[in-house]
């Protein structure tokens, strides 16, 4: 599947709805919260529906359709306004965006929703770039950093374009490319699970090549990625380490002014 080229983008809209996916509501709320941070910061209001769960994608590529839909079908009456969806996940942005109507391909009604969800569906980097029209001013020390992103990310959302052409928005950093990038990480969502031998010599393999890249840490718009490649450095007791790509943003961007008011709500100002 290609990423969308020629996708029609909107304008700027006064709201949007914030799918958050499992693994940030589990492991990595800080880049959920980071991504409403720099959302609401260009003026747009985010609603977060309580209800959602998985995006259905791990039943999906592990071959059971009938547990994914059900997943998918439970996430459809989640937005019923008309406000574009920011999935902070290539992997799951692509799996609602191109991957529920063909679960819903035999159910005209269902169909009916599935596509009109998966229109308004947009990775975070780019709706920022391309619907938001995010101007980033960067803050942050001079740094080189590589970009990972997930199999499916670059190939269904083309978040490695979206990503590249955010950070390169920022003077002071410096992106370096991996001779290993449109490889996979062996995370490969239940593949790390299956195969976890092959899983890890392939991590080994990426971690690599991000390091003799020259970066001194590594983005991905994708925590499954992050996750593993991070855990794989961990257990061999490596510092260099991953940010997820709104972290990553925030971090370089945000203003005095900001960071104190965040600490302010969240009990942690000085």
């Excluded at 990625?225 to 510092?239: A, S």
């Amino acid at each position: 599947m290609s990423c969308d080229t020629n996708r029609h983008y909107p304008e700027k809209p006064p709201a949007v709805y914030l799918f958050g996916t499992c693994l940030i509501d589990l492991f990595c709320p800080e880049a959920g919260m980071d991504t409403v941070r720099l959302l609401e910061r260009e003026g747009i209001a985010v609603h977060f529906p309580a209800g959602q769960t998985c995006c259905g994608q791990p039943a999906y590529t592990s071959g059971f359709p009938d547990q994914a839909r059900a997943v998918a079908r439970s996430q459809l009456g989640l937005f019923p306004g008309p406000w574009p969806v920011v999935v902070p996940s290539g992997s799951c942005a692509g799996m609602m965006r191109h991957h529920y109507p063909k679960l819903f391909a035999g159910d005209p009604a269902q169909l009916a929703a599935a596509e009109a969800l998966a229109e308004r569906v947009f990775e975070l980097s780019e709706f920022l770039l391309h619907v938001a029209k995010i101007q980033l001013q960067d803050s942050g020390r001079p740094a080189t950093v590589a970009l990972h992103t997930s199999c499916s990310a670059r190939r269904e959302m083309g978040t490695h374009r979206h990503a590249r052409a955010l950070l390169d928005q920022l003077p002071d950093v410096k992106l370096v490319t991996q001779e290993h990038e449109p490889e996979c990480c062996g995370f490969g969502g239940t593949f790390s699970l299956k195969h976890p031998a092959i899983s890890s010599a392939m991590a080994g393999d990426k971690i690599g090549a991000l390091k003799e890249s020259g970066a001194e840490a590594f983005v991905s718009a994708d925590c499954g990625c992050m996750l593993n490649l991070n855990h794989t450095l961990q257990k061999r007791g490596d510092p260099f380490r991953g940010r997820h790509l709104a972290t990553f943003l925030w971090q370089r961007t945000a203003s005095v002014d900001e960071i104190d008011e965040i600490g302010k709500k969240t009990g942690e100002a000085p």
